[in-house]
């Protein structure tokens, strides 16, 4: 019989991975957000419990899936005092989706096994079509007996398993998946110049990136991201804050390793701006905004 499984953290990705559990068979049985109407709503549609209590989900589940926002988050579903998922963990296991420090993956497998449980990263290298699709790219850091327990269910969240990677120990995965959007970052970044400065040029944009297309200057953001920064399209797959939180990652690790990263420290440095013009829901292709002529946050006049 399958898992039952429990969701924490049902936005855009984590409703998404549980609808596809559910369509090839999985028991979802709990679901928890911070916002209470997410997980109702959700719970509704799949005949789950909405918890109003963590220790509820691990009550009713056999694995949890976690993709929450950021290291804070993740530490408190863990660690809070008077709920937690760990109360009654013996014998479940987590699975771990959300960007956040490596150290974190590492102090999160140290407190499950402390609880008799057992605890695994999958960091995510796609996006909200593809959690709905069942083609995540999956990097998983842990031990190799527990993501082998888990496999049946990383392989249907990962286009059968052709999308699925074990890293190799906590942590390491995590490390991978901020070196993963550090670069797509500064590559999302240098189109955004590219398609600026070219639009200042009043060259024809179409043709501009037909020729980034079939030159060096190819990148799979030109795909993803291109048209969108043209159009000034940033309906949100990836948003900028979370851009800005990724790249901050990637540079902590630099630090730690006494390793300069000038693009890396640039990329974030326009993406904390985006962010802080109260931009940071745009989607990543939003950082076009500040490379365009005319475009950008509006400038507060003096009085």
Do not use: W
Request: proline letters at 2%.
């Amino acid at each position: 019989m399958p898992e039952k499984i429990g969701f924490v953290g049902v936005g855009r990705m984590g409703a998404n991975m549980a609808r596809r559990l559910k369509e090839v068979g999985y028991p979802v049985t709990a679901v928890y957000d911070a916002r209470p109407a997410a997980a109702s709503e959700l719970a509704k549609e799949l005949g789950a419990e909405a918890c109003t209590k963590l220790s509820r989900v691990t009550e009713l589940s056999d694995v949890v899936i976690t993709v929450v926002t950021d290291d804070k988050a993740q530490v408190a579903i863990f660690t809070n005092k008077k709920d937690n998922l760990l109360q009654g963990a013996k014998g479940r296991v987590f699975i771990n989706c959300a960007t956040i420090s490596p150290k974190t993956h590492v102090a999160v497998e140290k407190l499950a096994k402390k609880a008799k449980a057992a605890s695994l990263e999958a960091c995510m290298a796609s996006s909200i079509n593809q959690a709905r699709a069942g083609t995540l790219y999956l990097m998983c850091g842990g031990e190799k007996a527990v993501f082998d327990k888990v496999n049946k269910i990383l392989v249907q969240l990962s286009d059968g398993g052709k999308l699925l990677r074990h890293i190799g120990k906590a942590g390491q995965a995590a490390q991978v998946k901020a070196l993963v959007n550090m670069v797509m970052n500064i590559n999302t970044a240098g189109l955004a110049e590219g398609l600026g400065l070219g639009a200042a040029l009043k060259l024809d944009l179409k043709t501009l990136m037909e020729v980034f297309s079939q030159t060096g200057a190819n990148s799979r953001v030109l795909v993803t991201d291109g048209e969108d920064m043209v159009n000034r399209d940033h309906s949100c797959f990836f948003s900028a804050s979370h851009a800005a939180k990724d790249s901050g990652i990637a540079l902590s690790l630099a630090k730690e390793q006494k390793l300069n990263l000038p693009l890396a420290a640039a990329t974030f440095a326009q993406y904390t701006k985006l962010t802080k013009a109260g931009l940071g829901e745009l989607d990543k292709s939003g950082i076009a905004e500040l490379t365009f002529k005319g475009r950008g946050p509006k400038k507060k006049v003096k009085k």
